[in-house]
Each structure stands twice: as C-alpha cells, then as structure tokens.
C-alpha cells in the first residue's frame, strides 16, 4: 500500500462523480481531453487544490490569488473572472450534491494545439478548464504513524529557468525525485536548493523544530504553499518563534521534530530523514499544537463563511 501525505480513506462515491470539462459535466469515465492539448503535449498549463469543509471552500481567495499569479507567469490569459470561476467550481460541487469532506483540483491549460509544439502561437483554443471534485479524507493512521523522507540529488529548479513557486504543469523534476525517495525506501522526497540549503519536499513544505523555534526554508526556492503560509500566520498570532531562513542538512539531522505541509493532509509528521530518526521519531508535542492551531483557523473560515 501507498504511504505518504496523500494518502485518502477508500470512498465508492468517488467512482461516480462527475467531472468539469470547459463547463460541461462528465462522468468519471467518460471524462477525457484531447491529445492535443497544451498540457498533455508539453505540459503548458497551471493548477490549484483546494477542500470543501462544511459547504466552505477553504482559503478560496488565497487559492485563486496563487491561480492568478501562475497564469500571468506563464503569459495565459484566463478568460474568466475569480467569480466566474468560482461558480464553475460550485456549479460542479453542487452537481456532485458534495458539501463536506471535498478535495477539488482545478486545472488550465493553455487549450488545444494545431499540432504538437511548444509554440503557444499555434494553440487554436482557448484555455481548458478542468474540475475534478473528490471525496478524500485523510488517513489518521498516516498522520499518526508519520513519513519518512530521503533527501534527493535532483535540486529544485532557479528562478531564472523554471521558477519553484510557479504552480504548473511541469512537475518531472519532483516526479524523479520522488521515484528516488522511493527507489531508496522512503516515503517522499526531501529536496535542496541550488545552493545546497533545504527547500522543500517533491509536493508538500518542509519544517522543522529546534528549540521551541519553527524553521522553514526561505520563499525563493519552494512552491508557495498556502498551508505553509497559514502555519506561519499562526505561529506569529501565538507568539510561537518562526523563521524563514537558509538551514541545512546538518541542522534538519539534528531537528527535534520536523513535519510537512499540504492542503490535502495538513500537517503530517516526519519520523525518520535519510535513515536518521528525526527526535523521538514520533508525532511531536510542537507539530500538535501548530496541527490544532491550523485546524483552529479553517474552522474560523468555515464560521465565517
């Protein structure tokens, strides 16, 4: 069985959802796009995740700014409004008749090709809107029992060829590393920077403890996670010590707890970094309480609707 952070309880409702294509409604197997596509042929396109929690879709305007930013990074021009979109995300949910417990990832692409190139000018399109909606819990079990991580050769990428903290399509570098982590019996990918100081993970933020101190690393070489910002958030309104800062190997082999952040799974802890136990190998006192800290604040969306 598959352990790490995204790890989803079994649910047969998933096996008939309906899917979003450019606004038209399809069923799971039936839900498919061309070859032809920007995405499909090279990767040209950008995403966002998000959760539907007690008929609230979390961190929305967060989500969407991100969306935003990725599509002007990449040149795509995103022919709808953040409230036009947003009612397309709705119109699917409430297709779905899905109010809670909803992971919902939404994809652009820059559309379909005339022909198989990477020149955007040969898109003949406009840009394809997929919204998948799906029931996926987290598994407790994998939260408690924590992942193990195996720091990777492949480094992430420098701003000035492929920007970490672009959301888009073109994930191969954290595929490989991921499939080195796994070839060498862990459960994720720890990643450095280009300069040798940690970064992030192949899909989800990187912390640790040391001293009652939250690190993680600076924003210049990590996707812009919005759990990693809400931790954040949380640990200066709690006057919990927290910094962005270049650490290394050295410092992370020595932590007292480390842990990982996502949309989909939270906080998960990590027990055990190249082999190393990483404090007491469990799921700390420090990532607890930043855990509830964290759920604290999607419950006060949630209040505020």
């Known amino acids: 069985m598959v352990h790490g952070t995204h790890n989803a309880l079994a649910d047969s409702r998933n096996d008939s959802i309906l899917i979003s294509i450019n606004d038209e409604l399809f069923k799971r197997n039936d839900a498919k796009i061309s070859v032809f596509d920007s995405g499909y042929l090279v990767g040209d396109g950008v995403w966002e995740a998000l959760r539907l929690h007690h008929g609230v879709l979390v961190f929305l305007e967060d989500h969407f700014n991100r969306l935003w930013q990725s599509a002007k990074t990449v040149g795509m021009k995103l022919p709808f409004t953040k ?29 379909i090709k005339k022909t198989p190139s990477q020149d955007p000018r040969l898109t003949i399109s406009g840009p394809n809107v997929v919204i998948i909606p799906e029931y996926k819990a987290a598994s407790k079990t994998s939260k408690e029992k924590g992942i193990t991580l195996f720091t990777s050769t492949v480094r992430r990428g420098s701003p000035d060829y492929l920007d970490p903290r672009l959301n888009c399509h073109s994930k191969l570098h954290e595929v490989q590393a991921l499939i080195q982590a796994i070839e060498a019996g862990a459960d994720e990918a720890l990643m450095l920077d280009v300069n040798g100081f940690v970064s992030t993970c192949n899909a989800t933020n990187f912390f640790i403890i040391k001293n009652d101190e939250v690190w993680t690393s600076t924003s210049k070489y990590c996707m812009n ?3 990693r910002a809400k931790v954040i958030e949380v640990c200066i309104a709690n006057n919990i010590p927290c910094f962005e800062k270049d650490f290394s190997l050295f410092d992370v082999y020595g932590a007292d707890e480390a842990f990982v952040t996502g ?43």
């Open 83 to 111: 409230q036009e979109l947003t009612a397309k995300v709705w119109n699917t949910l409430n297709a779905n008749k899905m109010t809670d417990g909803v992971h919902v990832r939404i994809m652009v692409t820059r559309g």
């Open 225 to 227: 996670g919005i759990t």
């Open 263 to 305: 949309t989909f799974g939270g906080l998960t802890p990590v027990t055990k970094i190249d082999g190393r136990v990483i404090g007491e190998g469990n799921y700390g006192n420090m990532t607890k309480t930043l855990s509830d800290l964290y759920e604290n604040l999607i419950n006060a969306e949630v209040k505020n609707g």
